[in-house]
C-alpha cells in the first residue's frame, strides 16, 4: 500500500514537473527555410526564406544576395537582415547560387543570359518574389547585396524596376559593367570609366520603367571590387533618377562620409574598410551583424541604413552636417601635388571619392570640391 501512494506521488510530481517545462518553454523562433517550387527557375537557384513569426501579411520584402563564397543563410544572418526583419517587421528572400553554376558560388551579374529582364537568374529572383507574394502578400519589395550581389541587385533594379522600390548595392558594380569573364575582371580592378549618361542608356535599355532608390556602399580600401566602382555606381544611378552628381546633403553618419543625391540616391564611403559587408554588433537600435568572412566589424550597420533610406526602418541616424565646400581647379598633376587627388596606373583619382578624374598629366584640368575637410568630388562650381 505505501508503496503504492510514493508511486501516485512520484505520477502527480512528475507530471506538474512536465507541465512546468511545458509552460516556461519559449515559442520556437522564426528560421531560415528552403523553398521548392517557384517557377520554371532558369537560373537554376535556390531559394531560401525568413519570415518572422506571427508576420501579418502585406508586409515589405527584402531580397538579401549573398556574395562569392557564402550562402544564404550566413550572409543573411551575419550582415543583420534577419535581426531587422524580426525587429522591424518584413519578410526576407534569400536566394542562393549553386556551385555547378558558378564555382565560386557568385551570382552571374557579368552572362548576358542571365542580367537580362525575363532570363536567366534574374527571372528566377523575380519568381521569388512572385512565390512570396503569393504567400504572404508582400507588398513593397526591396533588394540589397554584397560584391557578386551587390552587382547582382544593379541587375534586379536596371532589368525589374516595376518590382523593386529600392536597393541596397554593397562593394558592387554598375549594370553592364561586363557582358564577359574576362569583362567582369577589368570592372572589378581597376574599374571602369563612362560618363553618367552612357552608364543610364545601359539601365533604360534594360527596361525603362519606374526609378528605384539606391544606397551604395564602398571601403576606401577594397583591393577586389575598385572603390571607382562606387564612384561609377553614383553616375549610373544619378542619371537614372534623374539628379546631377553634385550631393545635394554631405553629411557623417557613424563617422563616415555620407552622400545624398537629390533623396533617392545615397552613398557612403567607409574610410579603411576592404571588401565586405560593413556591420556593427551590439544591441543598440542602429547595431546589427555579426563579423565573418567578408561580414566586417567598423562600427556601422549597412542592412540597419539601407532599410532607413527605404523607409521600412524608421530610427534616424545621427548626422553631422558640414559646410557647402570650397572648389579647387587645377591640372591634375597639380590636384596630386596640393594632397587632393592620388594617382594609380596613371589616372589620377579624387580623395575621398575616389572619382577618376582622367591621365596623370599637367594637361588634364578638373574642379574638385572638398566637403568634408579631405573629401572631394567632381565638380562643376
Known sequence: MRQRRWFAVFVVVLGLVIAMVTAERPARAAAIQEVTGFGSNPGDLRMFRYVPTGL???KPLVVVLHGCTQDAAGYGTNSGWTRLADAHGFA?????QKSANNANSCFNWFEPGDTARGS?????????VDRMKTDFGSSAVYVSGLSAGGAMTAVMLATYPDVFAGGGIVAGIP???ATTVAAAFSCMNPGAELTPAQWGDKVRAAFNGPKPKVSIWHGTADTTVRPVNRAELVDQWTNVNGTDQIPDVSDTVGGYPHRVYGSVVETYDITGMNHGQPVDPGAGPPQCGTAAAYVLDVNICAAHHIARFWGIVTAAPPTTTTPAGVCHTDHNYGHVAAG???TSGGYTYANGSNQNMGLYNTFTRTTLKEAPTGYYVIASC
Open 340 to 342: 587632393r587627388a592620388h
Open 120 to 128: 536567366g537568374e534574374a527571372l528566377s529572383i523575380k519568381q521569388m
Open 92 to 96: 526576407l528572400a534569400l536566394p542562393q
Open 56 to 58: 501579418p501579411a502585406g
Open 175 to 177: 549594370y553592364r559593367c
